[in-house]
């Protein structure tokens, strides 16, 4: 049968490097003496139970998630919320001084030019758009 003939393969391969796996069977040995093959296995075991965990379908999930996440944040442009980063906070820090020193209340001429300032309105666009873009799709109805 073939059985013995790859056997035989095997054997005469193992008499041609005969040196390279006592050297090899002598070092397997030091590494069970030490302990090594011990810990190995050990680790071997813990990954296993790590990787089962890790490929739950809860966890993948997040996975994708998350890399959905990252690649629509990737799409919208950086250069407003820098300047945001930037500005804002000095911005913010010196109207709550402003406030704390005279409490202002807003006026409906105030509130008027402040919902013509090019830059809430703006704001308030953006904001729009992106609620607009939360809304599912509009069902269309197949034509009879």
Request: no cysteine.
């Amino acid at each position: 049968m073939g059985s013995e003939a790859d056997l035989q393969r095997v054997l005469d391969k193992v008499a041609a490097h005969a040196e390279a796996v006592e050297a090899f069977v002598e070092i397997l040995g030091k590494l069970h003496r030490a302990g090594l093959l011990a810990a190995v296995d050990g680790v071997l075991e813990e990954f296993d139970e790590q990787f089962s965990a890790a490929t739950r379908p809860e966890l993948m999930t997040m996975v994708a998630n998350f890399m959905m996440l990252l690649g629509t944040v990737g799409q919208v442009r950086y250069e407003p919320f820098f300047r945001a980063a930037m500005y804002a906070p000095q911005a913010v820090n010196e109207a709550l001084e402003r406030l704390d020193r005279k409490p202002k209340t807003l006026g409906v001429r105030e509130l008027w030019a402040l919902l013509h300032n090019p830059q809430v309105a703006a704001a308030v666009e953006v904001l729009v758009e992106a609620l607009r873009a939360l809304q599912p799709p509009p069902e269309t109805k197949p034509a009879s």
